[in-house]
């Protein structure tokens, strides 16, 4: 008699290695890059990723495995993964040092100071207190930090305590520059000159990490791994913390956070996940990631793909809610990173040409943000932006899938609401139009809706940049926020690519029509041949397109050319 498979929970939202491995979550192996990073030659080793990427699971599947402690759980915890398979000369040989700058108050000077002592002396107080088995004289040391308060100098007397015992340690920082991330996106409230104290000159975190630097010197500090998600601290920490190998751009290290496809489907089979549940692309909506051009695979941002995951497995069916609201949350400090006209100025290309031309910097300056190389690394690194492929001596690099162009798109509404304050939304009208749009397959109420409301509110700021790919992000924004569609930019309609299409939302069957649309403009005061040929070579492209094996002979797909002359004009065309 054939068994029932018995599925394994999926680990969403959970990133304690050892629940997961003792608790039947599925665990993703990932526990070669174990033995990768024992074998590079310097051992430390800086290494960032986008947030929600399996940093902290990384963080914590390292401290079980070098944990001196959790030699007894070994075959437990690693057993039947890679690295139990081919233990390496160093698996629980250190006393693991865990620091994690998430949550720090950074809400002025002295509040930080006080948060970031209190972290390291904190940490410092569970590490002896944890391995007190080991320092005999623990509880004299712990009373001796608790009565002097000593924060950050409270490293010294864990490393003494390390050294008479005989033992080595293992540093591991997570989150290395949240509070830094923090600093920068407040702009100017606490100013650069307060980020530049802590972290310049002989400011409280470079002493941190002087103090680090000097005990692996010492050979106290056996190994450090620092992890986060941008390079703009490191290069501030250059002399007082310069002995780590930078591994964040390395191709052989591309897919140690992140899932590939084979990896996905194992997922599936493991937690019971059934494709059939499934009406979207999820290559299309969570993967596209590409840390290094010669990287062997692509890869999905992991928190996405397990929340998508969750969310079938708890309904049955393709979430309503088909992007994580954390994502945004996590992303919405990008906001207060464009403080300046030629930043914004940068996204919005970035948006319109689906991509730039750049070089990745591995380390900048807090000083440097404002410069457009240093600003687009930036988006690379916090996984706004992804490597397509070699560009010359630059990368082209590309919004990584259908989950963030989403996010781009709310940024450019966000922004253009208020450099123009007259823009409103009539929900209630936006939804009537969409209903005439997708049902009666009128298209009239939508264009219409969008003239008034927001091209002819545009600001003298916006329409600098009003051209045909503005008009196209702007209406793709409210199509986006309707749900009833899954608007794509720029398809590939075969041959060419189409401005827009605009796909029935799988939560939505019920919807009549899909559209075609290809959008053309006109400045004010163009002559009437001019608008006609605009008009004529948009139909041409949508015959072409019709044409096409993938859209051809379609009943439930309507097409139409809209040609917009400055911004209160336009014209629909419809074509058969």
Known sequence: MDTVKKYKRLPYGNSDFKRIRTENYAYVDKTMYIEMLENESNPNQFFIRPRKFGKSLLFMTLSYYYDINEAKNFEQLFGDLYIGKHPTPERNAYAVLKFDFSGLDTSGEKEFMKSFSQNVQDTVYDFLDTYRHIFPDSATLIQKIEHERRGVSSLEIAFNAVKSAGKQIYVIIDEYDHFANDLIAMGTRLGNNFYKAMIAANGLVRDFYERIKAGAKSSIVNRTFITGISPVMLDDLTSGYNIAVILTLNPRYNEMMGFTQEEVEWLMRETGVNPDHITIDMQAYYNGYLFHKDGAHRVYNPSMILYFFEQVLQFSKT????????????????????????????????????????????????????????????????????????????????????????????????????????MNIETRQLNEAI?????????????????????????????????????????????????????????????????????????????????????????????????????????????????????????????????????????IIPVQ
Request: glycine share 4%; aromatic share 12%; proline share 4%.
């Open 319 to 422: 979430p309503e809610n088909i992007i994580d609201l954390n994502l945004k949350t996590d992303y919405g400090r990008l906001r207060r990173l464009i403080q300046n006209d030629r930043n914004r100025d940068t996204l919005l290309r970035i948006v319109k040409e689906d991509g730039i031309a750049a070089e990745l910097l591995q380390k900048f300056s807090i000083d440097m943000l404002n410069d457009d190389d240093y600003f687009v690394s930036l988006l690379f690194y916090m996984g706004l932006l992804t490597i397509k492929e070699p560009y010359l001596y630059q990368l082209k690099l590309v919004i990584p899938n259908y989950s963030i162009k989403t996010l781009y798109w709310e940024y450019i509404m966000k922004l253009t609401r208020e450099t123009s304050p007259d």
């Open 435 to 571: 209903y005439d749009l997708s049902v009666k397959g009128d298209p009239d109420s939508f264009i219409s809706y969008i003239s008034q409301n927001a091209f002819a509110k545009l600001s003298d700021h916006d329409l600098k940049q009003f051209d045909e790919k503005y008009i196209q992000i702007l209406l793709l924004s409210y199509l986006f926020m309707s749900k009833a569609y899954v608007p794509m930019s720029e398809y590939e309609a075969v041959p060419g690519r189409a401005d827009i299409y605009l796909q029935r939302s799988p939560l939505f069957p019920e919807i009549k029509y899909e559209w075609l649309l290809e959008l053309k403009y006109c400045k004010t005061g163009a002559k009437p041949a001019e608008i006609a040929a605009q008009q004529k070579a948009g139909e041409e492209q949508i015959n072409q397109y019709l044409a096409s094996h993938r859209l051809g002979e379609r009943s439930d797909l309507k097409a139409a050319v809209i040609v917009f002359t400055g911004k209160n004009k336009y014209k």
